[in-house]
């Protein structure tokens, strides 16, 4: 008799560890692994698990691998994900099995968890975000990201550091800064070498994309609805954080949305090189403008379909500063394109709108 109670006793303590006692709602459920501490050993999510971050300053310390198929959704009380010193986030889902990093009020993904039935519905900026906080080597691969941005830059993820890789990953209904900030549901401002961002689809959020002046951009991510093409961003656009200036060999190759310039100066050093793909477009805040420190500075700007243009030109690649017919270009808009060899401004035909 003593040993049943004992075994009965084991089995209850198995269960608590998936969410009972005062969890809060769904606790009951033995799926729900309620995370209430940082990450500090080598460690695994499962697929049969849905996990609920409730912690508040949650840290992974150490290599936290999650399967495919996994679902992660954020606590109000605790609503972001960080990265420590020695930690890695590998998050290596499948095209048939995505991992899913979503709102404590999505039932949609891992079901009602709060139990609340219809009453919440999930929005933008229900949770926080994740940030890979300057330390390298963490992995994203058909990963879901939906509803965040209620961080202090408006981002879902933010990759800072090298070697991280987000591929294959949708971004949907999340903030991204407004037309003040400069900052992506995908945060890549910080990104930095040997930083892969291929295969993603964006849509519904706010400003979709942001990255470094390190990183290349091929023609691989999508800025609309894989089912629908109206269905896409409010500032359409990859914006372009120029924390440092171009000082190595990149290309820009994306041609649904343009690349945005917000830099006074933003130059191309000697010895860099900026290729452009055919139909590339690049649009330019005011006052923006690129410097050239060698002749051969932007590979192909005259290729087929190439432009430079104002903001507010909604004729090339669309609405980018979506405001409709509220503004339009005109002379002056930006800056313009310097040559610092022979201090004078491109009259390149494909250059409008800029003051010089």
């Known amino acids: 008799m003593k040993a049943k ?4 006793a084991i089995i209850a303590a198995f269960f608590c560890m998936h969410g009972c006692g005062d969890d809060g709602p769904g606790s009951g459920d033995s799926n729900l692994v309620f995370v209430m501490d940082d990450i500090n050993q080598v460690t695994t999510w499962s697929a049969d698990s849905v996990y609920i971050i409730k912690v508040y300053d949650f840290y992974v310390n150490n290599s936290l691998s999650i399967e495919a198929g996994t679902v992660i959704k954020f606590h109000p009380d605790g609503p972001y994900m960080m990265v420590g010193s020695g930690g890695t986030i590998i998050a290596n889902g499948t095209a048939d099995q995505h991992i899913v990093f979503t709102s404590w009020k999505d039932d949609d993904h891992g079901g009602d968890s709060n139990e ?6 999930p929005a933008r900026k229900d949770w926080n975000g994740i940030n890979t906080n300057d330390n390298n080597g963490s992995i994203f691969n058909y990963c879901d990201f939906f509803y965040g941005g209620n961080s202090s830059y408006s981002y879902t993820l933010e990759t800072y550091g090298d070697n991280i890789q987000v591929t294959n990953c949708t971004f949907a209904f999340n903030a991204g800064d407004d ?9 890549g401002n910080y990104a930095g070498s ?13 400003r979709p994309f942001s990255v470094s002046t390190a990183v290349s951009i091929d023609n691989s991510n999508r800025f609309s609805h894989p ?3 109206s269905r ?7 914006f372009i954080e120029s924390v440092e200036d171009i000082n190595t060999a990149i290309s820009w190759e994306e041609t649904e949305v343009p690349f945005v310039i917000d830099d006074n100066d933003l130059w191309i050093e000697s010895g860099a090189s900026l290729t452009l793909g055919d139909n590339v477009c690049i649009k330019f805040r005011p006052d923006s403008e690129f410097v050239l420190d060698d002749n051969n500075a932007i590979v192909n700007h005259g290729g087929t379909g190439v432009t430079f243009t104002s903001y507010k030109d909604d004729s090339v690649k669309g609405d980018t ?6 503004t339009a270009p005109g002379p002056g808009d930006w800056g313009g394109i310097y040559d610092n060899i022979s201090s004078q401004y491109m009259n390149w035909a494909n250059i409008f709108y800029s003051a010089n």
């Open 232 to 238: 896409i961003n409010d500032y359409n656009g990859i």
């Open 227 to 229: 089912d629908d093409a």
């Open 5 to 8: 109670i004992i075994m009965a």
């Open 321 to 326: 500063n979506g405001d409709g017919s509220i």
């Open 116 to 121: 609340d039935g219809e009453a919440t519905m």
């Open 194 to 206: 040997g930083c892969t961002f291929t295969g993603n689809v964006f849509y519904d959020n706010i």
């Open 179 to 187: 037309e003040t900030g400069w900052y992506g549901a995908l945060d």
